[in-house]
């Protein structure tokens, strides 16, 4: 089993919609998370990161985190054409970041 | 502060050749990170540094790869001898506990 799963997508979603981006990760002992947007040919921008259980908002973006299940999400309200992107789900796990390969969301005008 | 910091941007060489690519963490960041990226493969870690000293290489992929950090302000990453497998882009990052910040990249071509 990977460390971390996302599913590659593309994930299309209609403009003022909202996208929902999914994470698994295998190892309990992870002990925080974090949501990484990339555009093409452009390194990974770091947009949130969570570490308690439940919900954390900032703007249009809320993460969700299930310890429990492993689950971790990312919820984007009001998608924008500007939300097109790669985004990458990381867990922090003795100070070893690991990566997942990605969504690739696709925002439709 | 003006991010991490990496040269060269590109970089075109010939099979055999040996290749340094650089990288300036953020001023105060204790992690430094070495990442290559390709379609295939996703972001892999390669290697990273806590207060300049190597933690874990256990994704260097072999020997032909070598990671050193003189300093608190300076990193390279070594390939030598070079092959066409290795090309990819290569991310330094360094850490805060807020999270990684990423370097724009070295685009790497090996012919």
């Known amino acids: 089993q990977k460390e971390v799963e996302q599913n590659s997508g593309p994930l299309s979603v209609p403009e003022g919609a909202i996208a929902s981006l999914n994470c698994t990760y295998s190892d309990r002992g992870s002990q925080s998370f974090f949501w990484y947007r990339q555009y093409s040919g452009k390194s990974p921008e770091l947009i949130m990161f969570i570490y308690s259980n439940g919900d954390k908002e900032d703007g249009r973006f809320t993460a969700q985190l299930n310890k429990a299940s492993q689950y971790v999400s990312l919820l984007i309200r009001d998608s924008q054409p500007s939300d097109s992107a790669t985004y990458l789900c990381?867990?922090?796990?003795?100070?070893?970041?690991?990566f997942g390969k990605g969504t690739r969301l696709h925002i439709l005008p | 502060d003006a991010g991490v910091i990496q040269s060269p941007r590109h970089e075109v060489t010939e099979m055999g050749q040996e290749v340094t690519l650089r990288c300036k963490p953020i001023s105060g960041h204790d992690y430094l990170f070495w990442y290559r990226q390709t379609m295939m493969r996703g972001l892999e870690l390669l290697i990273y540094f806590n207060n300049n000293v190597p933690i874990d290489d256990s994704g260097m992929p072999e020997d032909r790869f070598s990671a050193k950090m003189p300093n608190a302000s300076f990193s390279t990453l070594k390939i030598q001898p070079s092959e066409p497998r290795d090309s990819a882009v290569y991310f330094c990052a360094s850490s805060s506990p807020a999270g990684q910040y990423f370097g724009p990249g070295t685009r790497l071509t090996v012919l």
């Open positions: 990381a867990v922090n796990r003795d100070d070893k970041i690991i």
